[in-house]
């Protein structure tokens, strides 16, 4: 019996005891002061979502250098991989026989138009002859052809000068185009013939480079609708960005040099040529690159920092949002894709509204909370360009 009391003492003690604590602690909450959190203030704009193409480096000009003339190459004027400018002497080819053929031209001349002079001659002593009736109109005419040919003779001579004139310049191999010279496939002393299937050397223009990648054609119209509604000026073609083979960022910006007008019956896609400066010749014919290419222009897009959005059970995103009255609530948000460091989030917030993106941790909805707006300074910096979308 005593037992039994003891036991019912200790039950009604450790009730008290649980009730005291829950008292105090709800008391203690209730006089504690509100949370503290940092927000930001959300802005609507239209947005440009990108999504990147991969593509290849190729030279913006190539010219392949081949000789015009058949002979032996006695000597190399340039240096392999170095920069060159048009008209640059690259090769001398011996020139001994197209030296022999020019003098042989010009002596073919000399002879044509001696041989010019003598029928001016004849035309003339002839006319006089006529006119005392001692020669024939046939005498006459005959002289008069004989000059026409002779005048012929002097025209293919002349042609034949300045044939022997442009192999003996040829001679000479020069770069067509300015740009970087490659490496040489044919040495001192090698044989080359006219117009042979090998090059000699390559040039190529790298600066600009162009970068062709390839876009469906149901982007491409969702482009210019998006566009169209939002003004031209959205476009962002002339600010493309480019990130090369290593992840980094090429601190030049392209722009959209021309588009194929054809799409391909088999892929649907059409093949854009971008442009982009290069004066450090990063960038090299045959590189892989990855182009974030514009695909749609969001109206009225929220961007959120990525910091501020969660994740409920269900896997919603949610943010919490402090009202004018500083009460949290919670919010579900419709969310398009990353924009760098920001969601773009096209339903469940509206400019002006203060997302909380510090202190999560410590505050529930419809908590009364202090807010601070987050310094410029320490905010998220955007990256380069958008991220590609989820």
């Keep these: 019996m005593l037992t039994q009391s003891l036991s019912?003492?200790?039950?009604?003690?450790?009730?008290?005891c649980i009730?005291?604590?829950?008292?105090?602690?709800?008391?203690?909450?209730?006089?504690?002061?509100?949370?503290?959190?940092t927000v930001v203030t959300l802005e609507a704009s239209d947005?440009?979502?990108?999504?990147?193409?991969?593509?290849?480096?190729?030279?913006s000009a190539v010219a392949e250098v081949r000789p015009q003339v058949s002979g032996i190459i006695t000597e190399r004027l340039f240096e392999e991989g170095r920069q060159v400018e048009e008209g640059d002497a690259l090769y001398r080819i011996d020139s001994a026989t197209y030296e022999a053929a020019r003098a042989a031209a010009e002596a073919s001349l000399a002879q044509a138009e001696a041989q010019l002079k003598s029928t001016e001659r004849e035309v003339t002593r002839i006319e006089a002859l006529l006119q005392r009736s001692v020669a024939s109109q046939q005498n006459h005419d005959d002289a008069i052809a004989a000059r026409d040919v002779a005048a012929a003779s002097v025209k293919v001579a002349e042609a034949n000068l300045k044939a022997a004139e442009i192999d003996l310049e040829r001679t000479t191999i020069?770069?067509?185009?300015a740009g970087f010279a490659?490496?040489?496939?044919?040495?001192?002393?090698?044989?080359?013939?006219?117009?042979?299937?090998?090059?000699?050397?390559?040039?190529?223009?790298?600066?600009?480079?162009?970068v062709d990648v390839t876009q469906s054609a149901a982007e491409i119209l969702h482009w210019r609708r998006s566009?169209?509604?939002?003004?031209?000026?959205?476009?962002?073609?002339d600010s493309l960005t480019l990130r090369l083979a290593d992840g980094s960022t090429y601190d030049q910006t392209g722009r959209l040099a021309a588009a194929e007008p054809h799409v391909n019956e088999q892929t649907g896609v059409i093949v854009l040529r971008l442009q982009f400066a290069n004066p450090e010749q990063i960038l090299l014919p045959g590189?892989?690159?990855?182009?974030?290419?514009?695909?749609?222009?969001?109206e009225g897009a929220i961007l959120t920092p990525q910091e501020g959005i969660t994740r409920d059970r269900r896997g919603r995103p949610v943010a919490m949002v402090v009202t004018p009255e500083n009460v949290v609530e919670s919010r579900q948000l419709t969310i398009q894709r990353d924009y760098g460091t920001q969601w773009v989030v096209t339903e469940g917030l509206a400019p002006g509204d203060r997302i909380v993106v510090a202190g999560l941790q410590r505050i529930a909805p419809g908590q009364t909370v202090v807010a601070e707006e987050?310094?410029?300074?320490?905010?998220?910096?955007?990256?380069?360009?958008?991220?590609?979308?989820n």
Excluded: K
């Excluded at 019912?8 to 008290?16: I, K, N, Q, S, Y």
């Excluded at 590189?287 to 969001?298: G, H, R, S």
């Excluded at 987050?374 to 979308?389: N, V």
């Design 287 to 298: 590189m892989y690159v990855q182009v974030e290419v514009p695909q749609a222009v969001v």
């Design 19 to 37: 009730v005291a604590v829950t008292v105090s602690s709800a008391a203690a909450q209730e006089g504690a002061p509100p949370a503290t959190v």
């Design 227 to 237: 566009v169209e509604n939002v003004g031209a000026e959205a476009g962002g073609v």
């Design 374 to 389: 987050r310094a410029a300074d320490t905010a998220a910096e955007p990256a380069a360009g958008p991220a590609a979308g």
């Design 174 to 177: 020069r770069a067509p185009i």
């Design 8 to 16: 019912g003492l200790r039950t009604v003690l450790a009730a008290t």
């Design 182 to 210: 490659g490496l040489s496939q044919a040495t001192q002393g090698a044989l080359v013939t006219s117009g042979q299937a090998s090059a000699l050397t390559v040039i190529r223009q790298i600066d600009p480079v162009n």
């Design 47 to 59: 947005v440009t979502l990108t999504t990147p193409l991969p593509g290849r480096v190729s030279a």
